[in-house]
């Protein structure tokens, strides 16, 4: 997942420690069993959490929902396969623009495979993707006014009038740096960013006509901080927040969810 924070740095993990436990991790020998269904182990968090919480990306009133920081695209794929645009098991780079990277320009307008998903699913990230059937590929920072541009005139093309968006998801973290508050200021900058970014394109419950639609699923590093934003920022605006620290999540990570339904409006 990528994000430009104003001083958060993005590492890679390469110890022999990280290694050693990925190779006993269950959830990654799960996906590595049928390496097509899912590109991270992340997926199997989305599915628990959508599972435990009212199937809430399936509902018949989500229509258009937003990846941020989405690359590798393993919730990505979980999107697509609850809105029906891929089975279970399958991954495979599909022809024509069956998935599509947008281009405002339109060039990517020859559609010719049929659709079998329903809704518009945007992933954005800095990083391009592989595609995925049914997922649009924006390759910008969400954070700069261009790329809410690109997505509101997506979301018309693709029938969305109101250029609002159901669900927003964001499982972006920056890497652990070793030094807590550092860590902790750089996953609430994340958190106020996204929220930033829901202000702008999430539609409300009230809009959607059911008391827990306008969702917000975003990732966060448990601390006291964190909460302080829940209760001042995010209580107030939805109609329901709940922390959610799922199974598939390993023990000893502080990371942990804001699941958060019923968006009242900016």
Known sequence: MSFR????RLAKKSSRQWLARQTKD?????????PAAFRARSAFKLLEINDQWDNFLSKSDVNAVVDLGAAPGGW?????QKLGW???????????????TFDPLAIDDDISAPAQGR???IAVDLLRMRPIHG????????????????????????????GKV?????????????????????????????MEFAGRHLRTAEKIGRKRGGVVLMKHFAHPELQQFREEELVPKFNLVKYIKPDSSRAESREGFFLCMGWKGA
């Open 119 to 121: 809704g518009t699913i």
């Open 76 to 80: 990505s794929q979980v999107v697509a």
């Open 26 to 34: 269950s959830y990654v020998k799960k996906r590595q069993i049928d």
């Open 86 to 100: 891929t089975s279970e098991s399958t991954d495979s780079s599909p022809t024509h623009d069956s998935a599509s």
């Open 166 to 194: 159901d669900v927003i998801l964001s499982d972006m973290a920056a890497n652990a740096s070793g030094n807590v508050t550092r860590d902790i200021e750089c996953s609430l900058e994340i958190c106020q960013a996204v």
């Open 5 to 8: 924070p104003t001083f958060c």
């Open 135 to 162: 997922v649009h590929d924006i390759v910008a920072d969400f954070l700069a006014p261009d790329t809410d541009r690109v997505i509101q005139e997506l979301l018309k093309r693709e029938g969305v009038n109101d």
